[in-house]
């Protein structure tokens, strides 16, 4: 409001003065009301750093800092602290396949990661800080088609990477560590006959094949200059042909095999004339890890069974147990899900004998460390780096409250008196009594005890700004966290969960919020069955995770094409959830939900787009009866022909208030808003010879099912971003004729008259909107877009972009206006919007992350909260980042250093003089009349 | 194109009628749109046969409808459905010039169908190519009120097709920006950019607030004399 009202004087009084200087100040205007100062950083946002799940782990053991490297699937390098599990350092590397890491080791300089397909990288990362050392890619020809078919050896002493690639022969090409230069490579002479399985046992390649039903174990040393391979058969020991074979990582080139069906591994030393079986075996499902102790070699067997996780240290020759660290603790299994050790590391301790740290990751992509013998020292949940659905949600109402709410919730059951005034009366007369009961029973100590939440203090808040943030992920686990501090509060994890590969999303719906008390607010997540892909659903409580009704997730039966939440509650105040099966069947969950349903079916409707045919599909409820939903096609539109893909489909939030009907103009006549909440934007992209790579955007009335408007973009691509809110568009693309990131806005009005004031109907009047269009130039790629929504609407919108640098820009919808014209007219001035300007500004005020990088942004959630100026976001990809943003500033607050004491002091003083004056007045007053 | 479309929606006298407007796109064509339509209420119809739109130029929009009268039965059917309050279903399929045929749905209620006397309006939206992705219907006027309707006044559609064509994207606009900038820069050289506005109207900014001090500070002192003088008066 402040900033409109900025523009319009600034507008006003300098309209002779080039726009540039008006647009300057204004720019400046606009500063002064963003930025943070200093002492507010960290005061309303935090950030949470994640790695993603860990692939590789390497205990650093040549430093002074001692830490942990990982590698993980999301690309990412990173060092953890031991103690705490803190990022030490974090490299992000490219997206998806370009940065997929194959291998990671250290040196005593650096952790070596070879990384990306066409061009595959080899990088050297600082130890201590994590700086890239080096940077050289393997000539194009080498091609990462399988991870199974390239291995990779490094040799500390030599500094050389050996890449091996088994094909039909195996190939060994060295490399200089440091500079990339290929050395003198040469071809294994392996007799192998059919499809070997090879593993890299370092120094040696060790490979199982069977010949005539016999496995045999072929292992020949990589460094070697002539080096001649050696054949073992397993005759004696393994019979079955089905093997498999798996390397022991450490100092020693150690193997392990072992059959299908067999509950015991085989190790095997590798030497230089072939290989030894050792005199022991060890557990099938057991992680080995090799170490080096007091100059004698040990072997670490990880074992997880029945939530008490082990580890059993014995001589690695002899298989001697070493009694002091075999030790088991006990797992924390409802929590996390199976763990497999990643690493683990021993050193002697101060007093005797060994400690030892074992680095986990488990099937929920939670990353943890034990020190034996002792504890669980620290986990990290890194499934928060792939979340896929967000909900914000009010805290439930504290107990003093809760009571009240209780006196008018059960108005019919109290002691006979229903209703009218007397009635009412003795209601309150007695729920007083109570309180006070309750009140001097808790003074004594006598009372109830708080609830849980009360205990906590996750009670709501007067201003409605302490939320609890509900996460899914993309392992199917569960999060509610405390929006203030960050704290996760509850966790959940579900069995064989999946999200919708296409979209990489779950649905989370919020049947009941906590209004309703003393009904507490459920949830519904909606998602695929891992292996039967067939809808799970899973309904919670969102502040305390527990389930509201099966404990695990429950199997539907049938695969879910559209789902939808009912318009209506039902007496519990329960929105039941719509769904839409792929034989075009309709469901209602939960089930007495169906009389709901069944109630406005006549006006509702249902609507379903698939990406590969392009066909937009609706449906009506028209023929359902109290037996049966039935959904009946009743529109049906073909946007996409040939090799078009219809890439997004985005709607308006359904929480969406509009509090402006229309916009004043600048000759006091209103253009009213189109604002049709059935209405939902459409992208589909392809590419033909003429107009090279195209976009088409529909609008499309998705009840009565009529495209609306539809535009056109040439040579324009991916990544398509689209913001869809009140009676505007805004999408970005990049352009490929200028190379650079456009955004484009269309703003709609139904014209100088309303067609209907009181409701919007797709079916009764369809009109045809007015179209206003525009396209800007951002300087920078959008990762990510999202508007910021508030209570009632009141506040204007702004537009957060996640930037691929890292920051969140807040754009101010007025900078993208499609109505600011390029010559200003007095009636453009007098409505209020800035002349065109091709090129959106980024300042770095309106970063509202300031230094707070986030990394791979995957998307915005924006939630109103209690006070209508204040919008709350969390920004989530490989980083959550939560804040909150006032887009017409903080109107509604007084400012944080606002002087209450000294108003006080000012008040009373007030106060104080002129009750004194008043007293000498009368006073004199008596005086004077003496005389 | 918006003010075109208010054109077609005023003016629907014509049983048939074509419509024509220029549009400046680089495709044209032939397309022949086969009308079907259901008139039982029944989540699963039958359609039967209702017309053919045949559209000469979708560049011009030249169309012309073949549409027969309804039967009586027919007509009895609609304004059955239309007390149900159902939905009367069109499938329209669409062959265009070069043999390939698709097909689409829409519908609208009944009630208000009849209501407005068989007068619909045919959308059909095209995409860039100028091949057909939607046709849908819409009625003139599109409320229902509940006004009695005969059988007389359905007889013939009064159909009105309109070819929505799918509008250009727009660009930055830089080289109009740049131009301004010349522009400005060009007049301000020339010392074009004179300011013609009154002394007051250009300075009033500083001149207000100096006028404001000088009454102030020339307001405290005579005040000071007269408080004094005020409080001599009293004894």
């Known amino acids: 409001m402040k900033i409109s009202e900025e523009l319009n004087g600034c507008i006003s009084r300098m309209w002779l003065r080039s726009p540039i200087v008006c647009l300057a100040l204004l720019l400046i205007h606009l500063n002064l009301s963003y930025g943070l100062y200093e002492d507010q950083i960290g005061k309303f946002d935090w950030r949470q750093m994640y790695v993603g799940h860990v692939k590789f782990a390497e205990f650093d053991t040549v430093s002074s800092v001692k830490k942990v490297f990982v590698s993980t699937e999301e690309n990412v390098v990173a060092a953890l602290n031991l103690k ?24 005593s300089e650096a952790v070596i990661t070879v990384s990306g397909t066409n061009p595959v990288n080899v990088r050297g990362w600082d130890l201590n800080g994590g700086f890239l050392l080096w940077d050289w890619s393997f000539p194009l020809h080498v091609f990462i088609s399988s991870e199974e078919e390239n291995k990779w050896f490094l040799s500390d002493t030599e500094l050389k990477l050996y890449h091996i690639s088994l094909g039909s022969e195996i190939i060994v090409k060295p490399y200089e560590l440091t ?23 370092a120094p040696y390649i060790a490979c199982i094949e069977s010949v005539g039903g016999n496995p045999i174990l072929h292992t020949v040393s990589i460094t070697a200059v002539n080096s001649k391979p050696v054949s073992k058969p397993l005759k004696p020991l393994i019979e079955n042909t089905e093997v498999t074979l798996e390397s022991v990582h450490g100092s020693q080139p150690l193997v392990s095999v072992t059959s299908s069906g067999s509950k015991v591994k085989y190790l095997f030393l590798i ?34 069974t029945n939530e008490w996780f082990d580890v059993l240290t014995s001589n690695l020759l002899t298989g001697e147990p070493i009694p002091d660290v075999t030790s088991s603790l006990k797992y924390p299994h409802d929590r996390l899900g199976p763990p497999t050790a990643a690493a683990a590391v021993c050193t002697p301790r101060k007093d005797k004998g060994l400690g030892c740290r074992v680095l986990f990751s488990t099937t929920d992509h939670a990353v943890g460390m034990f020190h034996y013998p002792g504890k669980l020292i620290w986990v990290r949940e890194e499934a928060l780096a792939s979340v896929v659905a967000v909900e914000m949600l009010d805290l439930p109402v504290s107990d003093t409250e809760a009571a009240i709410e209780k006196e008018f919730d059960h108005k019919e ?9 007397g009635g009412m009366f003795t209601h309150r007369l007695l729920s007083q009594t109570l309180q006070l009961r309750l009140l001097i029973l808790s003074i004594l100590g006598l009372g109830d005890p708080p609830s849980a939440g009360q205990r906590a203090g996750l009670v709501r808040d007067e201003f409605g700004l302490h939320k609890m943030i509900v996460i899914a992920t993309g392992v199917g686990k569960l999060f509610g966290i405390d929006n203030l501090s960050g704290e996760i509060v509850w966790r959940r994890r579900l069995e064989n969960v999946a999200s919708y590969s296409s979209q990489n999303q779950m649905i989370l719906y919020v049947q009941r919020t906590t209004r309703h008390f003393p009904h507490p607010a459920q949830c519904a997540l909606l998602a695929r069955h891992k292996v039967s892909g067939e809808g799970v659903i899973f309904t919670f409580n969102p502040i305390t995770g527990q389930p509201a009704g099966s404990e695990s997730v429950t199997l539907l039966g049938y695969q879910i094409q559209q789902s939808m939440l009912l318009a209506f509650t039902d007496d519990n105040f329960l929105r039941g959830i719509l769904l839409l099966d792929q034989k075009e069947q309709l469901h209602v969950l939960p089930s007495s939900a169906h009389s709901v349903a069944v109630k406005s079916a006549g006006s509702t409707f249902i609507f379903t787009a698939d990406k590969n045919t392009g066909i937009l599909a609706g449906y009506s409820l028209l023929f359902s009866n109290s037996q049966k939903l039935e959904a009946t096609r009743v529109w049906e539109v073909k946007l996409t022909q040939g090799k078009q893909r219809l890439t997004a489909v985005v709607s308006k939030s359904p929480v969406e208030r509009v509090h402006s009907q229309g916009r004043v103009l600048g000759d006091r006549s209103v253009l009213y808003k189109y604002i049709n909440p059935n209405l939902v934007a459409v992208v589909t992209q392809g590419f033909d010879p003429v107009h090279k790579n195209f976009l088409n955007l529909y609008l499309v009335d998705v009840v009565s099912g009529s495209v609306v408007f ?11 971003h689209i913001v869809h809110s009140e009676n505007w568009v805004l999408y970005s693309y990049f352009s490929d004729k200028s190379r650079r990131t456009e955004i484009v806005t269309l703003e709609l009005y139904e014209g100088k008259v309303q067609s209907n004031t009181t409701a919007f109907s797709s079916v009764a009047s369809p009109i045809q909107p007015i179209v206003d269009q525009q396209a800007y130039i951002l300087p920078g790629n959008i990762v990510a877009m999202k508007e910021t929504i508030t209570e009632k609407g009141i506040t204007s919108k702004h537009i957060l972009v996640a930037l691929a640098n890292g920051g969140v ?15 200003v007219t007095p009636e453009m001035r007098e409505e209020g919007v800035i002349p065109y300007m091709p090129e959106l500004p980024v300042p770095s005020e309106s970063i509202i992350n300031y230094n707070q990088t986030v990394q791979r942004v995957q998307g915005i959630h924006t939630a109103p909260s209690g006070l209508e100026s204040t919008c709350l976001v969390l920004v989530y990809g490989l980083d959550l980042y939560y804040t909150r943003v006032a887009p017409s500033k903080t109107f509604d607050v007084l400012k944080e250093d606002f002087d209450h004491f000294l108003i006080s002091a000012v008040l009373l003083g007030l106060t104080v003089v002129s009750y004194i004056t008043r007293k000498l007045a009368s006073r004199k007053a008596l005086k004077q009349a003496w005389k | 194109m918006v003010r075109v479309l208010c054109f077609v929606l005023l003016c629907f006298h014509y049983a048939v009628r074509t419509l024509s407007f220029q549009v400046d796109v680089d495709y044209d064509g032939l397309i022949k749109i086969k009308l079907q339509h259901a008139l039982d209420h029944v989540p699963n119809p039958d359609f039967h046969d209702r017309g053919t739109v045949f559209v000469y130029s979708i560049r011009s ?3 012309s409808l073949e549409q027969p009268p309804l039967s009586v039965s027919d007509r009895e059917k609609l304004l059955k459905l239309s007390e149900k309050g159902g939905i009367y279903r069109l499938h329209s399929s669409v062959q265009s010039a070069d043999g390939k045929e698709t097909s689409f749905l829409t519908f609208v209620k009944a009630c208000s169908l009849v209501e407005s006397h068989l007068s619909d309006i045919l959308s059909v939206s095209l995409d860039h190519t100028g091949s057909v992705i939607g046709v849908s219907m819409m009625t003139s006027p599109g409320v229902c009120e509940g006004q009695l309707v005969t059988k007389d006044d359905i007889r013939v559609f009064n159909t009105t097709v309109f070819v929505k064509h799918m509008e250009q994207g727009p660009v930055p606009d830089t080289a109009a920006y740049i131009q301004k900038l010349e522009r400005e820069k060009e007049a301000r050289e020339r010392g074009e950019t004179k300011d013609n506005r009154s002394f007051l109207a250009k300075y009033w900014m500083y001149i207000v607030p100096l006028v404001i001090f000088l009454v102030l500070s020339g307001a405290a002192n005579p005040e000071g004399a007269a408080g004094g003088g005020g409080g001599g008066g009293g004894r």
């Open chain 1, 413 to 421: 059951m109290d002691l006979g008196v229903s209703s009218g005034f």
């Open chain 1, 271 to 304: 030497e230089e004339t072939g290989s030894r079986v050792l005199p022991y075996q060890v557990e099938r499902s057991a992680k080995l890890v090799q170490d080096s102790l007091r100059e004698s070699n040990i072997l670490l067997q990880l074992l997880y």
């Open chain 1, 809 to 823: 820009l807040e754009l101010p919808w007025m900078f993208v206006d499609p109505r600011r014209p390029i010559t």
């Open chain 1, 179 to 201: 500079s990339g230069r290929a050395l003198e490579g040469s071809k294994l002479p392996l007799p192998l006959a059919s499809k070997p399985s090879c593993v890299v046992a």
């Open chain 2, 61 to 63: 929009g030249s169309v």
């Open chain 1, 710 to 720: 539809s535009i056109s973009h040439k040579k324009a691509r991916e990544p398509v």
């Open chain 1, 84 to 107: 705490s599990g803190n990022i030490i350092w974090r490299q992000v590397l490219e997206k998806k396949e370009q940065g997929t890491i194959h291998f990671m080791n250290i040196t």
